[in-house]
């Protein structure tokens, strides 16, 4: 009997974590990698949920509405994911586009959620109402969350994710600058690259 509850509190603790992330199936596998790459993240609550439509995104993280007046260690975050883009007179699933790239924005959108996790309550809102009202700000968003998830070693996808929007996908201009304005470019996160591993190699004489 008393292996018996020793094994059944095992599954319960296991179902706990894995139940920290939920997530559509037909994009668990670009899931789990992305989050494979932000250890930090495994016991945060996080919902991948699929929209009709983001106003002016393809994916949007955000954390849920009561949580932002929780301590870092109670809340729970969405990360909001549009179900099809339009291209010219063409619609594209989200849930279709290459695996590398999924996993690029995804990892993007963590870096947001590693992003939250460092503010406080009070920080969070004003946060939220610069990325809503300043221009200043939300460049600052961007870049911090491109940031994040280069130093979490997700520069190939990341970098895939930027060239399925500039080169390959066929975005209109107005969204290709806003990318351009508003994110890291690929030479930025290059040489963001070679600071993490020049700072890695130092690390390792000590």
Same mark, same amino acid.
């Given at each position: 009997?008393?292996?018996?509850?020793?094994l059944l509190?095992? %599954?319960?603790?296991?179902?706990?974590? *894995?139940?920290?992330?939920? +997530?559509?199936?037909? $994009?668990?596998?670009?899931? /789990?990698? @992305?989050?494979?790459?932000?250890?930090?993240?495994?016991?945060?609550?996080?919902?991948?949920?699929?929209?009709?439509?983001?106003?002016?995104?393809?994916?949007?993280?955000?954390?849920? %509405?009561?949580?932002?007046?929780?301590? *870092?260690?109670?809340?729970? +975050?969405?990360?909001? $994911?549009?179900?099809?883009? /339009?291209? @010219?007179?063409?619609?594209?699933?989200?849930?279709?586009?290459?695996?590398?790239?999924?996993?690029?924005?995804?990892?993007?959108?963590?870096?947001?959620?590693?992003?939250?996790?460092?503010?406080?309550?009070?920080?969070?809102?004003?946060?939220?109402?610069? +990325?809503?009202?300043?221009?200043?700000?939300?460049? /600052?968003?961007?870049?911090?969350?491109?940031?994040?998830?280069?130093?979490?070693?997700?520069?190939?996808?990341?970098?895939?994710?930027?060239?399925?929007?500039?080169n390959e996908?066929?975005?209109?201009?107005?969204?290709?600058?806003?990318?351009?304005?508003?994110?890291?470019?690929?030479?930025?996160?290059?040489?963001?690259?070679?600071?993490?591993?020049?700072?890695?190699?130092?690390?390792?004489?000590?």
């Amino acid at each position: 009997m008393k292996l018996y509850f020793i094994l059944l509190l095992i %599954f319960l603790n296991f179902y706990s974590l *894995k139940a920290q992330h939920i +997530y559509p199936e037909s $994009i668990a596998n670009e899931v /789990k990698t @992305a989050l494979a790459y932000y250890p930090e993240l495994a016991n945060v609550p996080i919902e991948f949920k699929f929209k009709s439509k983001i106003k002016k995104s393809t994916m949007q993280a955000q954390p849920h %509405f009561w949580s932002v007046f929780c301590g *870092k260690s109670k809340r729970k +975050y969405k990360v909001l $994911i549009s179900e099809n883009f /339009k291209i @010219a007179d063409t619609v594209y699933y989200t849930k279709n586009i290459p695996s590398k790239v999924l996993i690029g924005w995804l990892g993007h959108e963590l870096g947001h959620v590693m992003d939250y996790q460092h503010r406080s309550s009070f920080n969070l809102i004003g946060f939220g109402l610069g +990325y809503l009202f300043s221009e200043k700000a939300m460049k /600052k968003a961007e870049r911090s969350a491109d940031t994040f998830a280069v130093i979490h070693g997700m520069e190939d996808y990341i970098l895939a994710t930027k060239n399925f929007i500039l080169n390959e996908a066929g975005f209109p201009d107005i969204y290709i600058n806003r990318i351009k304005r508003y994110y890291l470019s690929p030479e930025e996160i290059m040489l963001l690259v070679e600071e993490r591993e020049e700072k890695a190699r130092l690390s390792n004489l000590k």
